[in-house]
């Protein structure tokens, strides 16, 4: 069994061995076959990836050229641009002289004058002693006048000189309330500011009172703003400060431009002002390409024509290398003509101021303080002059803007527009006759003429200013017929008859003057009946002096409603001091006609003729007789606040007159009117006849300068 076993055991493993030959062999077998497979894949996967990298590398190459020539080459313009754009800055000139303003004639009535003003901006931020050696500098080169140094000034600059003892003049509870930002700083300061004694402000010297005019300049509003300390630099203060601005940081010195005034303040209110930007209108002006320190026309015509007066800056460019290159060479502004004459105009204020000094020396003309006069050439609606003189303290003072801002009573004026209804909605006829009576209707007072006229036509009613024939018509217009003590059931239509008439005509509604503001006057919506008799006499609604004159106007150029304007032409700019070539001439501008018929509208031309030649007409002698004048009167009831209180308290008496010459080829029209020129009186009838004097006057005037 053991030998068995041996050789068993011997043959086992015999065959072990050589399986595990075989197997080793086949391992190295196995494995070289797997490396003559894999060897040969993983080269070629290689040299793909390699070849793959290359031409990506190509690629990217040729793309980078491909864009770097395009930067270098095609879009150079376009990128030049856009580092010119972020390298540099644009920049403007001084302001530019405004267009100058002239009268119809060519008379200079607005000029410039240089100026050089002394700037001041706290660019670094320097404290109040470091101010101070500034401005003790500055004085060397400057002469600061002090002599109107203000209150306030002196009081901020003893509060920073003597700043511990201000300081004291608080209480613990305010400083408290203060660091608790109860107080504001402003409130904080005008404590200690109001509780310096007048006695420690007396103490200081002149050299401190120049030095607190100049410190509070330099401190006036936004820090960030330019302030101005002085505006009429002579030229040894400009060139001593040019000369040693390096000593001065934060001033500087500027060209600017002054408005001067050849003919004075003669209708200097209308012309208008020019001042820096408002701080409400601020945004406004942005956007239309203004700079914040522009000065612009803040008013009447120098507002109203900007687009015109303000001409345009100088453009620079500065680059990066600080260097300043023209872009766009600026020039003044274009000139304007007016329709005014100068001439004309001086001596309309004359009369009117010599009339109002003779009225206040009259008697029962306690409340008169004004009359005001516009002369139109009444085709065009060119103004020819128009004035407006106050009595005011013992002085007369200019108030012409009066024109198109306050509003008066007109009286019976307003008639021919009024007849005109009658006739349109056919409640009277031409030459019909209606007695003049008192009238009685029931809920109101017993109404009458200011004499009664019995039976009278539609002429001898506006000659004579009949009321009664106006409220007849009226009653008619309304649907009714008078009788005495009648209830009158109102229509609100016969209302509007007589207002859309009386639009038709400019009264109640914007002229469309050329100035940036108008008034509209007084419209109630109180439509009582007896308020509708008091219409159609002019004693219920109120009207501006310029609204009277464009209603006049139309009546004289048989219908047609002409926007009135001051505005004659604007002159392009030139080399020299003359005027340019034209640029625009203003067009006549009608607004609408009036509606009713040729026939009716001579026919109040005739009444209006009858006014001032009729015997007994209440215009004769208004106009002297070879002028052929045609008008109409007007006397009203009229109101006024005595004591300001809001409250109307006080009657007056308002006289007017409105009228053109020739009758019938008119030449101008003029509207006088004196509001409270009288009073009524238990003790005196005596009404003053200012405005029938300034009419005969002006009228004359006219007539001696121009003819006819």
């Not at 200081?204 to 005019?213: I, P, V």
């Not at 005739?606 to 052929?628: I, K, S």
Request: glycine share 6%; net charge negative; hydrophobic share 30%.
């Amino acid at each position: 069994m053991s030998k068995f076993n041996s050789k068993k055991i011997y043959k086992i493993k015999k065959n072990i061995k050589l399986f595990n030959n075989t197997k080793k062999d086949n391992r190295v077998k196995i494995k070289n076959h797997e490396d003559r497979i894999k060897l040969p894949n993983y080269n070629r996967i290689v040299g793909i990836r390699y070849n793959l990298f290359i031409i990506l590398t190509i690629l990217v190459f040729v793309f980078l050229c491909f864009n770097l020539y395009n930067l270098m080459i095609n879009d150079k313009i376009k990128y030049v641009s856009i580092l010119e754009k972020y390298n540099s800055k644009e920049t403007s000139s001084d302001s530019v002289p405004r267009g100058r303003i002239y009268d119809r004639n060519y008379n200079l009535l607005v000029d410039n004058k240089l100026v050089r003003k002394l700037t001041f901006k706290n660019i670094n931020d320097l404290g109040f002693n470091e101010l101070i050696e500034e401005i003790k500098i500055l004085s060397n080169y400057v002469f600061i006048d002090f002599s109107k140094v203000s209150s306030r000034a002196l009081r901020e600059y003893y509060c920073e000189k003597y700043y511990s003892y201000c300081s004291s003049l608080v209480t613990e509870n305010e400083y408290k309330l203060y660091k608790s930002e109860k107080l504001t700083s402003n409130e904080f300061n005008n404590i200690k500011i109001n509780r310096i004694s007048d006695d420690k402000i007396n103490e200081l010297s002149d050299d401190d009172r120049r030095l607190a005019e100049v410190y509070y300049l330099m401190r006036k509003g936004y820090s960030y703003d330019s302030k101005t300390i002085k505006d009429d630099l002579t030229d040894v203060e400009y060139a001593s400060v040019i000369e040693h601005i390096d000593e001065l940081p934060g001033f500087d010195v500027e060209n600017g431009w002054e408005r001067v005034y050849p003919y004075g303040d003669t209708f200097k209110s209308i012309l208008g002002s020019v001042s820096s930007i408002p701080g409400e209108m601020k945004n406004e002006y942005l956007k239309q390409g203004y700079s914040l320190n522009d000065r612009v026309g803040i008013s009447y015509l120098e507002k109203e024509y900007e687009q015109y007066l303000r001409g345009s800056k100088d453009v620079f460019k500065l680059d990066s290398f600080d260097d300043l290159d023209l872009v766009k060479e600026g020039s003044r502004g274009e000139d304007i003509v007016l329709t005014i004459d100068i001439n004309l105009q001086k001596k309309l204020d004359d009369i009117v101021t010599r009339e109002v000094i003779a009225t206040k020396g009259e008697p029962n003309t306690e409340y008169y303080d004004h009359s005001t006069v516009i002369l139109q050439n009444p085709s065009n609606g060119e103004i020819l002059a128009m004035s407006s003189k106050k009595y005011k303290n013992g002085n007369v003072v200019d108030n012409l803007t009066s024109v198109v801002n306050e509003t008066v009573t007109p009286g019976s004026i307003v008639k021919g527009a009024s007849i005109l209804v009658g006739y349109n909605s056919g409640s009277i006829r031409i030459g019909e006759v209606l007695v003049d009576e008192c009238v009685k209707v029931a809920a109101t007072p017993e109404k009458c003429s200011y004499v009664t006229l019995g039976p009278i036509d539609d002429i001898t009613a506006l000659a004579k200013s009949s009321n009664v024939y106006q409220f007849k018509t009226a009653i008619r217009v309304n649907g009714q017929e008078y009788y005495p003590n009648m209830k009158m059931n109102f229509k609100q239509s016969s209302f509007d008859k007589y207002r859309d008439m009386y639009h038709s005509f400019g009264l109640g509604v914007k002229t469309e003057i050329d100035l940036p503001f108008e008034s509209l006057g007084y419209t109630s919506k109180d439509i009582r009946a007896g308020n509708l008799l008091d219409f159609v006499i002019g004693q219920y609604e109120t009207y501006t002096p310029i609204q009277i004159s464009q209603y006049i106007s139309t009546i004289a150029n048989n219908g047609s409603r002409v926007v009135p304007h001051l505005l004659k032409e604007v002159r392009k700019v030139s080399n020299s001091d003359d005027l340019g070539e034209i640029d625009f001439t203003y067009e006549t501008k009608v607004l609408n006609k009036v509606d009713t018929s040729d026939v009716y509208l001579n026919r109040v031309r005739d009444g209006f003729y009858a006014v001032m030649h009729m015997p007994g007409g209440y215009g004769v002698g208004y106009m002297p007789d070879y002028l052929d004048g045609a008008g109409k009167t007007g006397t009203s009831q009229s109101f006024i606040d005595l004591d300001n209180d809001g409250v109307i308290d006080t009657e007056t008496i308002t006289s007017s007159f409105v009228g053109y010459a020739p009758g019938y080829s008119p030449k101008f029209s003029i509207a006088v009117i004196s509001p409270n020129s009288s009073k009524p009186s238990e003790t005196t009838t005596y009404a003053s006849l200012v405005t029938y004097r300034i009419t005969q006057q002006v009228s004359q005037l006219y007539y001696d300068m121009y003819g006819f």
